[in-house]
């Protein structure tokens, strides 16, 4: 972490400036310290990786505090047990998916799909969409490769935040970018002051939390007046694929990960061998309800988005497609929300000026204005 990266940074519950002890650094950047509140409250830096325990996140600082000669402090050791069973998932998956959006064939994927999730035309635009924001803030940032793409297209300093040991994962990616800062903390108390950011993404995140809502608010109030925020939620889904979903959720997420992973073999090779078959069907009229329109559907499709997520893409090889499907099944919390839902919160909140793209059937994706 720089020196400088402290300044920016806040007390999460209450947004007063923190204070920086440097116990260790290289070339100017921060590798062991610790952060002070005014109230004496205090956070560490491990590793170079600013980290904030709350009820949702635990972090044994035993070692760290023996090794500076500190006293535990109190509340480092979390009990919201849905969200602390959501981490595992998420940090066993990116710490065997680092790479995830940084090969090549991931970047071509990845980015046109933020070009139809901002309703853009090209990954030119999606470049200069990136271009003027100052400061950013991702939330969930996975292996890193969003908030690398929008640094080398931007002057923006990029923050990142993460519950999970995601957080550890992007740092990692984020060595040879200095204008890229990981932060582990809970996305409901990001250590940043209200409206400091000119720019929030979450995409695929917040459903993971206890509340949705809830959480799409403790980030609204992070961007500025007249600055833009990002987010894409799982849409709710016809009446088969949600009983299917349910249903092996309650199974899966049961499992450790390895066993979770396995347990998704097969559900990868239907996806795989579906796609084999390369066919189409046409419906002349919809199922209403089921939620499948009238129209021609890839046969795979047709499974995947009515009746189980069986993903396949051969854009990833088998491990990462089975990644995928692991992460759809296997967290606690992976809420599924109607339009006309989030249309609410939006009216709820005072947006008047957003947008809702149909990136794909599975999600809803809508970028808006914070009023000036």
């Not at 890839?298 to 990644?323: G, H, P, S």
Request: aromatic share 14%; glycine share 8%; net charge negative.
């Amino acid at each position: 972490m720089l020196k400088s990266t402290a300044a920016l940074l806040a007390q999460p519950e209450t947004g007063e400036p923190l204070t920086l002890d440097v116990f260790s650094e290289k070339d100017g950047h921060v590798i062991d310290g610790r952060l002070t509140a005014p109230d004496g409250s205090w956070y560490p830096i491990m590793d170079g990786l600013p980290r904030f325990p709350s009820d949702a996140l635990s972090i044994d600082l035993t070692d760290f505090c023996a090794r500076h000669g500190l006293d535990v402090p109190a509340g480092s050791e979390g009990d919201d047990l849905g969200q602390a069973q959501t981490n595992v998932t998420f940090s066993d998956k990116w710490r065997r998916f680092r790479n995830y959006g940084l090969e090549p064939s991931h970047q071509v994927l990845l980015q046109n799909w933020f070009v139809k999730k901002f309703g853009l035309n090209s990954v030119d635009e999606l470049k200069a969409f990136y271009k003027d924001f100052g400061r950013i803030l991702e939330a969930g940032p996975g292996s890193g490769f969003n908030a690398r793409f929008m640094a080398e297209n931007s002057n923006a300093q990029v923050f990142t935040v993460d519950i999970s040991d995601a957080a550890e994962t992007a740092k990692e990616n984020f060595v040879d970018y200095d204008r890229c800062q990981s932060v582990q903390a809970d996305l409901f108390k990001t250590p940043f002051p209200d409206e400091s950011f000119d720019f929030v993404i979450a995409d695929g995140v917040l459903h993971h939390t206890p509340s949705t809502f809830g959480a799409v608010k403790a980030l609204y109030r992070k961007v500025k007046p007249g600055g833009t925020f990002f987010f894409y939620v799982y849409k709710k889904m016809g009446a088969a694929r949600y009983f299917v979903d349910q249903h092996i959720r309650e199974e899966f997420k049961k499992m450790t990960p390895e066993e979770c992973y396995a347990a998704c073999e097969g559900i990868t090779e239907m996806g795989r061998e579906l796609q084999k078959v390369n066919a189409t069907v046409t419906l002349e009229k919809p199922v209403d309800v089921l939620g499948i329109p009238a129209g021609t559907h890839d046969v795979q499709r047709l499974f995947y988005y009515n009746f189980i997520k069986c993903y396949w893409n051969d854009a990833f090889d088998y491990e990462t497609n089975n990644m995928v499907n692991y992460d759809w099944y296997h967290p606690h919390h992976a809420w599924q929300h109607t339009e006309p839902e989030v249309r609410g919160w939006l009216a709820e909140m005072g947006v008047t000026d957003f947008a809702i793209h149909d990136a794909n059937p599975n999600g809803i994706s809508v970028l808006l204005k914070k009023p000036a």
